[in-house]
């Protein structure tokens, strides 16, 4: 059974940084897809950043780049999303997902999906102050 415990998340102000953790298990494969979704209310859930296990392809929402870095040491099983300069746009609930081979072609095409994505973790909460 696949497991994916997010943490990491926080109130900082506009300009800050904080770093999200993912910790997974439960993979019993080599060739998988994890990464971050976000969520405000009234909204649907959007991708932010994903990583390919395979070929190392990275997915970032435009609103992110050069702000956010997405790294997977799979020595620690832990996926982290590095945020900085952080704004109130990036105020949202931030889920830790994973997929495989759906979810890799999405990565590699510029347009994940978050029903590529089976396996979800728990929110974590990300509150930017001005």
């Known amino acids: 059974e696949v497991q994916l415990q997010a943490s990491g998340g926080g109130l900082v102000q506009t300009g800050g940084s904080l770093r999200l953790s993912c910790a997974y298990s439960?993979?019993?494969?080599?060739?998988?897809?994890i990464g971050w979704f976000r969520q405000t209310p009234g909204k649907q859930r959007e991708a932010v950043s994903l990583?390919?296990?395979?070929?190392?392809?990275?997915y970032y929402a435009d609103s992110v780049k050069g702000r956010f870095s997405i790294t997977d040491d799979d020595a620690k099983s832990t996926a982290y999303l590095q945020m900085n300069n952080l704004t109130s746009e990036d105020t949202a609930l931030y889920f830790c997902?994973?997929?495989?081979?759906?979810?890799?072609?999405?990565?590699?095409?510029?347009?994940?999906?978050?029903?590529?994505?089976?396996?979800w973790g728990q929110g974590t909460q990300v509150t930017v102050s001005s």
């Open positions: 990583i390919s296990s395979s070929d190392g392809n990275t």
């Open positions: 439960g993979f019993g494969f080599d060739d998988y897809v």
């Open positions: 997902a994973a997929g495989t081979a759906l979810a890799r072609l999405g990565v590699k095409v510029g347009a994940p999906n978050r029903f590529e994505y089976p396996n």
